[in-house]
Nanobody
Framework: QVQLVESGGGFVQAGGSLRLSCAASGRIFSNYIVGWFRQAPGMEREFVATVSRSGGSTYYADSVKGRFTISRDNAKNSMYLQLNSLKPEDTAVYYC??????????????????????WGQGTQVTVSS
């Protein structure tokens, strides 16, 4: 498994922006499809965004489409989530995750949490109204 460490969470007012980062170590990062999930208090973990191994394909949950942008830099073993136009309902712990898929096509991505085999510890994002 790859080890993942998130950073960049914090407290922001509605309409503001944050950039989350996730640093990977221990394996060849480009062998992994990666994604972001979030979990609000009392709620189940939900999918946010995913990006293919090449970075060429992305997919977003409807709730964040047009506001969040996922990206990756395989040379830096890192992935990112840019959060813009934040809303109070975006408040949650955000997790990065990696799906070991060395044989997948360069444009494949994963949207189910049970497809992911490595998870970070999470970073809190709090949006005030």
């Amino acid at each position: 498994q790859v080890q993942l460490v998130e950073s960049g969470g914090g407290f922001v007012q509605a309409g503001g922006s944050l950039r989350l980062s996730c640093a990977a170590s221990g394996r060849i990062f480009s062998n992994y499809i990666v994604g972001w999930f979030r979990q609000a208090p009392g709620m189940e973990r939900e999918f946010v965004a995913t990006v293919s191994r090449s970075g060429g394909s992305t997919y977003y949950a409807d709730s964040v489409k047009g506001r969040f942008t996922i990206s990756r830099d395989n040379a830096k073993n890192s992935m990112y989530l840019q959060l813009n136009s934040l809303k109070p309902e975006d408040t949650a712990v955000y997790y990065c995750a990696a799906d070991f898929s060395p044989s997948s096509s360069g444009n494949s991505y994963s949207i189910q949490d049970n497809e992911y085999d490595s998870w970070g510890q999470g970073t809190q994002v709090t949006v005030s109204s």
